[in-house]
């Protein structure tokens, strides 16, 4: 691979790529079932709140205000908090795999992720993301969410990094269509096994080119 197409940084999501789901509506139909409180109502409101929480532009316990204590529950807040945050798990293959590219070719790498603050802060530090992500391009941070193509675009900035030498790792597809919009090279993540082949396939090599399935 000649210079001009060496990768130089890695963009990542995190929900669906480094870890589960921070809130999703699989996790919240447990906390229905959990509590034992409506779904239906609570998917209305959070549907109508969520976007402005992962923007940075509500806390958590406003979001939790408008979603859940908007009346008496047999529940406290802390209960509720520690629910959600027990939802997040890993996906170690995933982390390995980009802590080793990245020692092994001096990457970048640049979380592009659509949190909210608290649950943002709560993964970082609980899953120790930040000892191999050089910055975190968080919708609370920058008050963009994906698909907005300016997060992308500040990514970029801050990674000063040409684009051509960019390649992002996201599970939704729009969200890849955006970034390849600017140029970025984007691999749609669907599994450990089939991004690591496509990283391969740029020259990003695990383990000297054999996948590494262990965890």
């Known amino acids: ?8 940084a ?18 919240r139909k447990l906390a229905a079932a959990e509590f034992q409180f409506e779904l239906a109502e609570m998917e209305d409101r959070h549907h109508l709140t969520f976007d402005t929480y992962e923007e940075g532009r509500l806390t958590l316990e406003e979001y939790l205000s408008r979603v859940v204590f908007y009346k008496k529950r047999k529940f406290t807040r802390a209960q509720f908090r520690r629910f959600m945050f027990m939802q997040s798990k890993p996906y170690p293959r995933m ?29 970082i530090r609980r899953f120790k993301l930040d000892g191999f992500v050089d910055s975190f ?19 970029i900035d801050i990674a000063q ?14 969200f890849v ?9 984007g691999i749609l993540h669907t599994d450990f096994k089939s991004t690591s082949a496509k990283l ?10 054999v996948v590494d399935e262990t965890s």
């Open 1 to 8: 691979m000649n210079n001009n197409g060496r990768i130089a």
């Open 10 to 27: 890695l963009f990542v999501d995190i929900g669906g790529v480094l870890l589960t789901d921070g809130w999703n509506h699989e996790a």
């Open 95 to 123: 982390i390995k795999l980009v802590g080793k590219l990245k020692a092994k070719y001096g990457l970048k790498i640049v979380v592009v992720s659509n949190e909210g603050r608290e649950l943002n802060a709560h993964r």
């Open 137 to 155: 391009v968080s919708s609370c941070f920058v008050h963009i969410r994906k698909p907005d193509v300016d997060i992308f675009r500040l990514a």
């Open 161 to 174: 990094v040409p684009v051509r030498q960019v390649v992002y790792i996201e599970n939704t597809p729009m």
């Open 177 to 185: 269509k955006v970034a390849e919009g600017l140029g970025i090279r």
């Open 200 to 209: 391969d396939s740029l020259g990003l090599r695990n383990n000297e080119g």
